[in-house]
């Protein structure tokens, strides 16, 4: 299996937000704003704490993809969490080093739009480059919600443009054997 690598000139373009940054020090007013941002969209929402914050105000994503961990170090029991998903939908597990794409990624997206059930999934590795994925791969409309460190939290609505700069990004990565 042949990984995609984030190559290194990339990685300060990518650090910048796209779409709308919902900023606070408050998770749970900025999970309220966030969870008003997205409603009656199909929701992606990646990392720990965001998928918790939402949680914690009773939003539950339709998909939710975390790690573990935190600022890539920190690890976070996720056990509440896949606790609620495995109650009311479908966990998958997927590889996933930091600084790359496992290309199985576009399966995996596939598969959850067929199942069309609450969905958690859980990286082994790292789940950030995941959200790039989603864009590329995911539905016009649906909304991908991520965490920026210190800043607050990212929220994208797949459009034809935004779709159209993640392929370029990933046709620019470099495939590397896993």
Do not use: Q
Not at 15 to 24: A, T
Not at 97 to 108: A, K, S, V
Not at 128 to 133: E, H, I, V
Request: charge should be neutral.
């Amino acid at each position: 299996m042949k990984l995609l690598k984030l190559p290194d000139y990339l990685r300060k373009e990518l650090s910048r937000p796209v779409g709308i940054l919902v900023e606070g020090s408050n998770y749970r007013e900025v999970a309220e704003r966030v969870k008003n941002l997205i409603l009656k969209r199909r929701s992606w929402c990646i990392g720990d704490v965001v998928v918790r914050s939402m949680l914690d105000i009773n939003f539950i994503p339709d998909v939710a993809i975390i790690d573990r961990r935190t600022i890539r170090e920190t690890y976070i029991d996720s056990s509440y969490i896949e606790e609620i998903y495995t109650r009311i939908g479908v966990v998958y597990r997927i590889y996933n080093p930091p600084g790359h794409i496992n290309p199985e990624i576009r399966d995996l997206i596939e598969s959850i739009y067929r199942c069309n059930k609450k969905t958690l999934v859980i990286v082994d590795g790292e789940e950030d480059l995941l959200s790039l994925a989603i864009i590329a791969y995911g539905s016009f409309g649906d909304a991908v919600v991520y965490g920026l460190p210190s800043r607050g939290v990212v929220v994208i609505y797949i459009d034809e443009d935004i779709k159209r700069k993640a392929l370029e990004v990933i046709s620019l990565m470099t495939p590397v054997d896993a």
